[in-house]
Each structure stands twice: as structure tokens, then as C-alpha cells.
């Protein structure tokens, strides 16, 4: 895969509310350029809310975000979501769609890539994820690997600046998860920007340049994997990886 090795991303004093519910309590988040910062924490601490807010999908109540240190609150919010790929639990694909075609949707409607450009560009992408084999079947005759495979290969053909992934294997079957992470792992040493939101603590430890551990709408801790894992400093870190690990 190419080093893309752009899009430091920072998120600064970030507040979003719910109505009454306080979410996100002042975050802060920096991520390096050509790294990989994974976040952790307990269910219901924010987590998918600061990816929305990140890329705008929702606008933040107070705070920053700046992408190679501009800040992009001005821009046109489709702007910053091009430069964002975004991969979910649930893979959102189109079911009655081919597995290329799936691919190339965006490139031909967002893009204006001609059929046969959207084509190559889809079928290059596949074959990154291994599954240019695939590309005439439908996303139900794969397993929820293949599919989740499908879904990153369809944020990157977008050429991201920065890949989201929001518990992208959260919803797989145990055995189908090692693949999946793989690849994210693949993409990590490739140079992508990455933030991931995940529960796989050896993926966090492993892959990941930096962790960041989320409660209660705060970072209650962040640092390099080994600080995080074998010296946390507060009762809420260390209670929450005697739960996890
Ligand atoms: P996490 O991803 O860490 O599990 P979330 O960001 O999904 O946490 O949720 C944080 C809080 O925000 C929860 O209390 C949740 O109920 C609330 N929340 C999330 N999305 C919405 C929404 N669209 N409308 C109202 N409340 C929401
Ligand atoms: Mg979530």
C-alpha cells in the first residue's frame, strides 16, 4: 500500500452536548501524521461521538479541530469528510449492489470518475484488500471479514488523508477478526493516519503509536502503549484494563 503520510489531525477543547447530556467534556486529541492513535474506554464514554465531531458529522458545541495545523471549522463540512475515511461496525454496504460497484459509487457520484476510471481505481483498491476476486459478488455472499474488507476498501479508494475505524471488528466472528486487523495493521505501516476506536487491546498495544483512554467524556489518560498498558496512573485506567485484559 502507499505511504500516504499526511493529515495531522488535532482536536482541541472539544464539548458536544446531547440535549442535557454533557458528552464530550473538553477533549483534546492530537494525531501525528503517518500514526496511528487508537482510543479506549467503556462503553457509553464518547468515543463514537468524538470520531462524529472529529469529521464533523455533527459540529462541535466549543473547541478546534485542525488538520496539518489549519483549522477547517470554517470550511464546508463536506470538505473535511472527503479527507476522512470512515469505517464502521456495522460495514454499510449496499446489498444489491456488486461488490465493485460498491467500490466505485462514491468515485463515479462524488468524484465524477468516468465508469471505466472508477473501474480500475475499484478494482486496484480490492485487489489491495485481497478481494479483487470478489468484485462481481454481491456483499452477502461474503463473510463479515470480506465485507468489513470491502468497506476500508471503499473509504480508500476516496484517497483519505485519515482513516477513522469505529470498533470495525466489534461485529465479527471471532475467527473472521485477525484478517481485518491485518489489514489495519498493513495500513498503519504503510504511513495512514489513523484513529481507532477499539476494544482489541493487543491491536491497541501492538499497532498503535499512541492510546488514548476516554471516560466520561474526558481523556483520563494518554501516552505511548507501554505507558498505558503496563504503568497507568489512575484508579479509572487500571480498573477499566483489569475488565478488558
Ligand atoms: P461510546 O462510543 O464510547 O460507546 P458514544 O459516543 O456512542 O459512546 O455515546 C456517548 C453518550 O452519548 C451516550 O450517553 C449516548 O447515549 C449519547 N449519544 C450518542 N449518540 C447520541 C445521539 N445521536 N443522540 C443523543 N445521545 C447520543
Ligand atoms: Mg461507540
Given at each position: 500500500?502507499?505511504?500516504?503520510?499526511?493529515?495531522?489531525?488535532?482536536?482541541?477543547?472539544?464539548?458536544?452536548?446531547?440535549?442535557?447530556?454533557?458528552?464530550?467534556?473538553?477533549?483534546?486529541?492530537?494525531?501525528?501524521?503517518?500514526?496511528?492513535?487508537?482510543?479506549?474506554?467503556?462503553?457509553?464514554?464518547?468515543?463514537?461521538?468524538?470520531?462524529?465531531?472529529?469529521?464533523?458529522?455533527?459540529?462541535?458545541?466549543?473547541?478546534?479541530?485542525?488538520?496539518?495545523?489549519?483549522?477547517?471549522?470554517?470550511?464546508?463540512?463536506?470538505?473535511?469528510?472527503?479527507?476522512?475515511?470512515?469505517?464502521?461496525?456495522?460495514?454499510?454496504?449496499?446489498?444489491?449492489?456488486?461488490?465493485?460497484?460498491?467500490?466505485?459509487?462514491?468515485?463515479?457520484?462524488?468524484?465524477?470518475?468516468?465508469?471505466?476510471?472508477?473501474?480500475?481505481?475499484?478494482?486496484?483498491?480490492?485487489?489491495?484488500v485481497g478481494l479483487k476476486h470478489?468484485?462481481?459478488?454481491?456483499?452477502?455472499?461474503?463473510?463479515?471479514?470480506?465485507?468489513?474488507?470491502?468497506?476500508?476498501?471503499?473509504?480508500?479508494?476516496?484517497?483519505?488523508?485519515?482513516?477513522?475505524?469505529?470498533?470495525?471488528?466489534?461485529?465479527?466472528?471471532?475467527?473472521?477478526?485477525?484478517?481485518?486487523?491485518?489489514?489495519?495493521?498493513?495500513?498503519?505501516s504503510a504511513g495512514m493516519t489513523?484513529?481507532?476506536?477499539?476494544?482489541?487491546?493487543?491491536?491497541?498495544?501492538?499497532?498503535?503509536?499512541?492510546?488514548?483512554?476516554?471516560?466520561?467524556?474526558?481523556?483520563?489518560?494518554?501516552?505511548?502503549?507501554?505507558?498505558?498498558?503496563?504503568?497507568?496512573?489512575?484508579?479509572?485506567?487500571?480498573?477499566?484494563?483489569?475488565?478488558?485484559?
Amino acid at each position: 500500500m502507499k505511504a500516504i503520510e499526511s493529515g495531522t489531525l488535532t482536536g482541541r477543547g472539544l464539548h458536544l452536548s446531547f440535549g442535557s447530556n454533557h458528552v464530550l467534556r473538553g477533549i483534546d486529541l492530537h494525531v501525528e501524521r503517518g500514526t496511528t492513535a487508537s482510543v479506549i474506554g467503556p462503553s457509553g464514554s464518547g468515543k463514537s461521538t468524538l470520531l462524529r465531531v472529529l469529521n464533523r458529522l455533527i459540529e462541535p458545541d466549543q473547541g478546534d479541530i485542525l488538520l496539518d495545523g489549519r483549522s477547517v471549522l470554517k470550511d464546508n463540512p463536506d470538505e473535511l469528510r472527503r479527507r476522512i475515511g470512515m469505517v464502521f461496525q456495522q460495514f454499510n454496504l449496499f446489498p444489491h449492489k456488486t461488490v465493485l460497484e460498491n467500490v466505485t459509487l462514491a468515485l463515479r457520484k462524488l468524484r465524477g470518475m468516468s465508469a471505466d476510471e472508477a473501474r480500475r481505481k475499484g478494482l486496484a483498491q480490492l485487489d489491495l484488500v485481497g478481494l479483487k476476486h470478489k468484485a462481481d459478488a454481491r456483499p452477502g455472499n461474503l463473510s463479515g471479514g470480506q465485507q468489513q474488507r470491502v468497506a476500508i476498501a471503499r473509504a480508500l479508494a476516496m484517497d483519505p488523508e485519515v482513516m477513522f475505524f469505529d470498533e470495525a471488528t466489534s461485529a465479527l466472528d471471532p475467527e473472521l477478526v485477525k484478517g481485518v486487523l491485518a489489514l489495519m495493521a498493513d495500513l498503519a505501516s504503510a504511513g495512514m493516519t489513523m484513529v481507532v476506536v477499539t476494544h482489541e487491546m493487543g491491536f491497541s498495544r501492538n499497532v498503535s503509536d499512541t492510546v488514548t483512554f476516554m471516560d466520561a467524556g474526558v481523556v483520563v489518560e494518554s501516552g505511548p502503549p507501554a505507558a498505558i498498558f503496563d504503568d497507568p496512573r489512575t484508579d479509572r485506567l487500571r480498573s477499566f484494563l483489569s475488565d478488558v485484559l
